[in-house]
């Protein structure tokens, strides 16, 4: 089993620059992939970013490219959200996740939640 534990968010003022960060503790040997997600109120929740774990490959939802940053540190086991530049429309709990031995997202953070005030 992996935990994955959140830290970083809170309420910020728009134009902020948080970290998030997520650490992994348990079986982090069977990790390759870890990601953020959001959940807006009232909506689903969407992707923001992923990266793998030996290439370092990254990719970004639309609404967060250019203004946010993921990056890994293997040794910590742990991936951060640079988040730059925010905006109202931020606002959301973000979930760490990363994928395990099985296809998909295995397993889920608790959540962190951020707030943007305008």
């Known amino acids: 089993q992996v935990q994955l534990v959140e830290s970083g968010g809170g309420l910020v003022q728009a134009g902020g620059s948080p970290r998030l960060s997520c650490a992994a503790s348990?079986?982090?040997?069977?990790?390759?992939?870890m990601a953020w997600f959001r959940q807006a109120p009232g909506k689903e929740r969407r992707f923001v970013s992923y990266?793998?774990?030996?290439?370092?490959?990254?990719s970004y939802a639309d609404s967060v490219k250019g203004r946010f940053t993921i990056s890994r540190d293997n040794a910590k086991n742990t991936v951060y959200l640079q988040m730059n530049t925010l905006k109202p429309e931020d606002t959301a709990v973000y979930y760490c996740?990363?994928?395990?031995?099985?296809?998909?997202?295995?397993?889920w953070g608790q959540g962190t939640q951020v707030t943007v005030s305008s």
């Open positions: 996740a990363a994928t395990g031995l099985r296809s998909g997202y295995e397993y």
């Open positions: 348990g079986h982090t040997f069977s990790i390759n992939t």
């Open positions: 990266i793998t774990r030996r290439s370092g490959t990254t």
